[in-house]
Antibody, heavy 119, light 109 residues
Framework: QVQLQQSGPGLVKPSQTLSLTCAIS??????????WNWIRQSPSRGLEWLGR?????????DYALSVKGRITVNPDTSKNQFSLQLNSVTPEDTAVYYC?????????WGQGTLVTVSS | DIQMTQSPSSLSASVGDRVTITCRAS??????LAWYQQKPGRVPKLLIY???ILQSGVPSRFSGSGSGTDFTLTIISLQPEDVATYYC???????????FGQGTKVEIK
């Protein structure tokens, strides 16, 4: 059973960058069969998939159109973790952010991080 | 954009009742449909994937059905521990997108 442990700040100022990390145990970020995702949840937008990274002989990433251009999801093979960076945040980006593992579905989730965008 | 519409948005039923939640996709012919349970203050949990396959460890009172654009989650005998919000989620390829329904809140009467 894969376990995911999130870390990162809960408060980010408008126009700055939101950065979160998800540490993996029970699998490898370089697995040829897993995909590593970021999802957020807010009262206004519900559950929203943001992006993912995965390894299939080389690294790939996919991003939601709603955040494309502002988002980067990167693997860190030395620490067996992956990260989320969301640039130029606004109060609309206030949400609980989750990391999750899965290709078509999300089988295991991190504990969630409430990120508030406020000055 | 693909839209996922769940109904009802909330329901109240008695212990032992049969509960049905529906999810309709605005487009898509695949059966890449999952159901999640989120208890208050908790992380979403995968219940069913590929429209009808029960995730390991999920009680057999939960079942899923449907194909194409119309899907159903059924709880055949509602239990107090089933109080939660239930979400459907669909995957579509080209480019890959994952879309969630708005949720159905289930309460005990």
């Amino acid at each position: 059973q894969v376990q995911l442990q999130q870390s990162g700040p809960g408060l980010v100022k408008p126009s700055q960058t939101l950065s979160l990390t998800c540490a993996i145990s029970g699998d490898s970020v370089s697995s040829n069969s897993a995909a590593w995702n970021w999802i957020r949840q807010s009262p206004s937008r519900g559950l929203e998939w943001l992006g993912r990274t995965y390894y299939r002989s080389k690294w790939y990433s996919d991003y939601a159109l709603s955040v494309k251009g502002r988002i980067t999801v990167n693997p860190d093979t030395s620490k067996n973790q992956f990260s989320l960076q969301l640039n130029s945040v606004t109060p609309e980006d206030t949400a609980v952010y989750y990391c999750a593992v899965g290709n078509l579905y999300f089988e295991s989730w991190g504990q969630g991080t409430l990120v508030t965008v406020s000055s | 954009d693909i839209q996922m519409t769940q109904s009802p948005s909330s329901l109240s039923a008695s212990v032992g009742d049969r509960v049905t939640i529906t999810c309709r996709a605005s487009q898509g012919m695949s059966d890449y449909l999952a159901w999640y349970q989120q208890k208050p203050g908790r992380v979403p949990k995968l219940l069913i994937y590929a429209a009808s396959i029960l995730q390991s460890g999920v009680p057999s009172r939960f079942s899923g059905s449907g194909s194409g654009t119309d899907f159903t989650l059924t709880i055949i005998s509602l239990q107090p521990e089933d109080v939660a919000t239930y979400y459907c989620q669909k995957y579509n390829s080209g480019p890959p997108t994952w879309t969630f329904g708005q949720g159905t809140k289930v309460e005990i009467k």
